[in-house]
């Protein structure tokens, strides 16, 4: 088995500490708040326990329970994919190797709480006046910044075209 780069064992420590923050981040807020309490922080954001039986924005959220299995199987299925990408991505590859350590650890954390709560903590409330956005949690955070730097390194690091005539 060939040894794994410096830059590859850095992208996994940043994986892990996304899933370490995440999974912290919930403990000190359902040791803190019972479900649906909150705390008024700011005008523009509060710290609320909520659970998310479904994906992301709650999308099938009331489908019965199957929802759970579904997406354990689809995060675990996607980490995995993206445990060999990082490992065998070019160590030049830097945005796109932080990219996908956000993105993993994300989704680790957060099949985590599906296995073994049944359902994901989100606690980080954002609002403008009486418009809420969704509760999301530290994971979601990694998967939405890995995603964008995701998109904005395949702008950057187009691979060459080939003219084809």
């Excluded at 969704?134 to 904005?152: E, Q, R, Y």
């Amino acid at each position: 088995m060939p040894r794994l780069q410096p830059i590859t064992l850095l992208w996994f420590a940043i994986a892990a500490t996304v899933l370490l923050s995440d999974q912290y981040s919930k403990l000190w807020i359902m040791e803190r708040y019972a479900y649906g309490e909150g705390e008024f922080i700011t005008s523009f954001f509060n710290l609320v326990r909520a659970h998310n039986y479904g994906a992301a924005f709650s999308f099938l959220s009331d489908a019965g329970g199957w929802q759970r299995w579904a997406f354990s199987l689809l995060a675990a299925v996607i980490s995995v994919v993206i445990a060999l990408w990082i490992a065998r991505l070019p160590v030049q590859r830097k945005l796109e190797g932080l990219a996908l350590a956000l993105i993993l650890g994300g989704a680790l954390g957060n099949l985590y709480d599906r296995l073994t709560l049944g359902y994901v903590v989100d606690f980080l409330d954002f609002h403008w006046s009486a418009s809420h956005f969704p509760a999301f949690n530290i994971a979601d955070s990694g998967i939405s910044v890995g995603a964008v730097l995701l998109i904005l390194d395949g702008f950057i690091n187009k691979p060459d075209s080939q003219a084809t005539d």
